[in-house]
């Protein structure tokens, strides 16, 4: 199916575990981005791609890591999971500048 | 740190009424866009209104954007249950990447 696919849609690790989130489109966008979404912080980015091995930290980088070795595929690992980075994980694809983005349908992370 | 900011936080109305919500954003923008989130789903894009533009359409969708008051507002005409949702003003600077206010939650009472 075309669209842009986000796994597992829910999570639930221990603190101090690695997790990886996801994320494969299909439209061969350049671009690709990772936000989370807390209440009362609306979405805030993670980390954002322009195009495969080309990735640069937003405006929450500190205890993730992203890779994109291939255009289609964007996985977010979380190297050591604490509380605090429960929340909801949204990934989105653009084709160009000046368009909207794209949504996954998200990856709800607990971590306990 | 957020870009946008969204204006009511949120709006209860009747079903067939209009919904207005606006955002204010703090930096000179490339372009403003509008999403809407329904409860436990992605986020769909709306519309896109360049620097350049002061209004846009797209259906039941009304976009304004003034930017020397730095803010834009998103009307829904005739609304509809289905329109309940959350709607966010997101904010591209040129660098391609969206800032995303904390949205506005819309209740359309039947």
């Known amino acids: 199916d075309a669209g842009i696919t986000q796994s597992p849609r829910y999570k639930i690790t221990e603190t101090g575990r690695q997790v990886t989130l996801m994320c494969h489109q299909t439209w061969s966008h350049s671009y690709m981005f990772w936000y989370r979404q807390d209440l009362g912080h609306g979405l805030r980015l993670i980390y954002y791609?322009?195009?495969?091995?080309?990735?640069d930290k937003g405006e929450v980088p500190d205890g993730y890591v992203v890779s994109r070795s291939k255009t289609e595929n964007f996985p977010l690992t979380l190297e050591s999971a604490t509380r605090s980075q429960t929340s909801v994980y949204f990934c989105?694809?653009?084709?160009?500048?000046?368009?909207?983005?794209?949504f996954g349908s998200g990856t709800r992370l607990t971590v306990v | 740190s957020q870009q946008g900011e969204e204006d009511p936080q949120a709006l209860s109305i009747q079903e067939g009424e209009n919904a207005t919500m606006n955002c204010s954003y703090k930096?000179?923008?490339?372009?403003l866009q509008w999403y809407r989130q329904n409860s436990g789903r992605g986020l769909v894009h709306l519309i896109l209104?360049?620097?350049?533009?002061r209004e846009k359409h797209s259906g039941r969708l009304r976009v304004t954007l003034d930017t020397s008051k730095k803010s834009s507002s998103l009307l829904i005409t005739a609304s509809r249950a289905a329109d309940t949702a959350s709607y966010f003003c997101?904010?591209?600077?040129?660098?391609?990447?969206?800032?995303f206010g904390a949205g506005t939650t819309v209740t359309v009472r039947a």
């Open positions: 209104i360049r620097s350049n533009e």
């Open positions: 930096t000179s923008i490339n372009n």
């Open positions: 997101a904010t591209d600077v040129g660098d391609y990447k969206l800032s």
């Open positions: 989105a694809s653009s084709e160009q500048l000046n368009y909207g983005y794209t």
């Open positions: 791609s322009a195009a495969a091995d080309i990735t």
